[in-house]
């Protein structure tokens, strides 16, 4: 379905791969130079790599420092973080997918175009819902939630055991055959180790997989993530949270 609006606080991609031997600053300036009409703020930090081998039947420790690129928006709503193995997009204003798609396409654009990438030792989709939903009871969340999801608190425990929970978290691993999703559902508690008192529930689907082909990742893993995930939230909630979201349309 399609929302007027979400709880959704960050959609994550990330990308790891072997390190890149030439990554340096000027790599990181050219990467800049064509994304500089998306993020205003650009600045190198200094990644520390360590690494341990055996010699001579002595552990010998190397630390290697290289540059880490951070690319932000205005209001950092948009942030990318560009190092020798890895490159991760951030987003914390999620409209729709589409609009989604747009966005990353344009990066790893530029990513494929100073990198040369061809082989992905990871790749990976995170969307993290934060429901924050007045209520009286910070602990209740079957109105809101599939019932299989928060029951676990609302009918398992005693009253005088339900006053003193500072975190109730569930997971559950997917395996699809071509990738996995990582599944965390429930109260995180933020003012944790703090008994529970806020209205938040959490519901963080992960997909990934491993050892894969540096091309045609919207068709063959992102837009595949982006399904199970969509048709897992939708088995997660209830009316009362699409009501408070805005049904514009059915997908």
């Known amino acids: 379905m399609?929302?007027?609006?979400?709880?959704?606080?960050?959609?994550?991609?990330?990308?790891?791969?072997?390190?890149?031997?030439?990554?340096?600053?000027?790599?990181?300036?050219?990467?800049n130079e064509d994304l500089r009409h998306i993020f205003s703020?650009?600045?190198?930090?200094?990644?520390?790599?360590?690494?341990?081998?055996?010699?001579?039947?002595?552990?010998?420790?190397?630390?290697?420092?290289?540059?880490?690129?951070?690319?932000?928006?205005?209001?950092?709503?948009?942030?990318?973080?560009?190092?020798?193995?890895?490159?991760?997009?951030?987003?914390?204003?999620y409209e729709t997918f589409e609009a989604y798609v747009v966005f990353t396409r344009t990066i790893l654009d530029v990513f494929n175009k100073v990198s040369s990438v061809d082989f992905l030792n990871r790749i990976g989709l995170r969307f993290i819902n934060q429901l924050n939903i007045p209520k009286n009871d910070p602990l209740s969340w079957t109105s809101y939630v599939n019932s299989a999801l928060s029951t676990p608190v609302s009918r398992f425990f005693e009253e005088e055991d339900k006053r003193s929970i500072a975190r109730s978290i569930g997971q559950t691993i997917f395996n699809y055959d071509s990738y996995l999703m990582n599944f965390i559902y429930g109260i995180l508690n933020p003012d944790f180790p703090a008994r529970v008192s806020k209205n938040e529930f959490i519901l963080d689907y992960d997909c990934y997989a491993v050892n894969v082909l540096n091309e045609k990742l919207f068709e063959t893993h992102i837009n595949k993530f982006h399904t199970s995930i969509e048709k897992l939230f939708e088995k997660s909630i209830t009316d009362k949270v699409r009501k408070i979201m805005g049904v514009e349309h059915e997908s």
């Open 41 to 93: 703020k650009f600045e190198v930090k200094e990644l520390n790599q360590f690494t341990s081998k055996i010699k001579d039947g002595l552990v010998e420790n190397d630390l290697k420092k290289e540059p880490l690129g951070i690319f932000s928006s205005d209001n950092n709503s948009f942030q990318v973080t560009f190092a020798p193995n890895f490159i991760l997009i951030n987003t914390t204003r």
């Open 2 to 31: 399609k929302y007027k609006t979400n709880f959704i606080t960050s959609v994550i991609l990330r990308l790891d791969f072997n390190a890149i031997t030439n990554f340096d600053n000027e790599l990181l300036n050219k990467f």
